[in-house]
């Protein structure tokens, strides 16, 4: 199977109407969407997505942010899916990616900045599951020769 990641449009990017512009991005890209919902986050699910900063002093502002509105959760499929996506989406300070990336075009804040992507495969496969259950993924094919060609496969 191709490689796989996990993007979450947060709460932000709904509330701006950004949903189309940014999973444009990653269609023209050439990537292919796999799973694709909107939900509300909990707090025991934020607790769990955002382990790694729950002890910090922002994550109770971080917390409300991601949880007081819906989201848009896409799992995307394609060649080196977890390193490109993090380059389409720019670094987590949206005030200095550089502007092209998603962040780097639609925000300048390091909180409300519009979109998370899984930071590595081991990252990616741990939280695909976290927000599909495995029959919301789908396998499809796809008119991909354009993008690819059969060294990419
Ligand atoms: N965040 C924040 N303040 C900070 C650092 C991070 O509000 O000082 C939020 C921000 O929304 C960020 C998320 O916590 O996207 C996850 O942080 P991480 O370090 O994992 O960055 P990312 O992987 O999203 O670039
Ligand atoms: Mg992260």
Known sequence: MKERTLLLLKPDAVQRGLIG?????????????????MLKM????????????????????????VTENPIIAVAIEGKEAVEVTRTIVGPTNASKAPA???????SNSTSRNVIHAS???????????RFFKPHELYDYSMNVEPFLCA???
Do not use: M, Q, W
């Not at 382990?51 to 109770?60: C, E, G, R, T």
């Not at 092209?100 to 639609?106: A, K, L, N, Q, V």
């Not at 930071?119 to 599951?129: F, L, R």
């Open 21 to 37: 512009e940014i999973v444009l991005r990653f269609e023209r890209k050439g990537f292919k969407i796999v799973g694709l919902k």
């Open 100 to 106: 092209g990336t998603i962040r780097g075009d639609f």
């Open 119 to 129: 930071d590595s495969k081991e990252t990616a496969a741990k939280e695909i599951p």
């Open 42 to 65: 909990t707090k025991e699910l934020a607790r769990e997505h955002y382990a790694h900063l729950v002890s910090k002093p922002f994550y109770p502002d971080l917390e409300k942010f």
């Open 151 to 153: 060294s990419d496969e």
